[in-house]
């Protein structure tokens, strides 16, 4: 299983970014999937993630502002990423998991190798 994530960049406030991950060797479709991101402290954090039956969930501070989205058909899972403010500035990583897998548990699935954003102010 591989998990190619791309999209980050360079990006001024207020803007916007897609982020890509592309997963081979596994079909999304049955698994839960879900971006994350680095925090101070070295720990992962959940930004948003699809579980059972397509549902989503969002960290609070990108509620409105950032968008998960997956194609099954391509295997592909994306984050829209709109009004972006300097402290999203981070790695962000692309995870697969077990459905019903909580999103807590930071070390489970799949993860790819992550794609940095920087938001400048």
């Known amino acids: 299983v591989q998990l190619q994530a791309s999209g980050g960049g360079l990006v001024q406030v207020g803007g916007s970014l897609r982020l890509s991950c592309v997963a081979s060797g596994i079909a999304l479709s049955s698994y839960a999937t879900a971006w994350y991101r680095q925090v101070p402290g070295n720990q992962r954090e959940l930004v948003a993630g699809?579980?059972?039956?397509?549902?989503?969930t969002y960290t609070d501070s990108v509620k409105g502002r950032f968008t998960i989205s997956r194609d099954n058909a391509k295997d592909t899972l994306y984050l829209q990423m709109t009004s972006l403010r300097p402290e999203d500035t981070t790695v962000y990583y692309c995870?697969?998991?077990?459905?019903?897998?909580?999103?807590?548990?930071?070390?489970?699935?799949?993860w790819g190798q992550g794609t940095l954003v920087t938001v400048s102010s």
């Open positions: 995870n697969v998991r077990r459905l019903g897998t909580g999103w807590g548990d930071r070390v489970e699935g799949y």
């Open positions: 699809i579980g059972y039956e397509g549902r989503t």
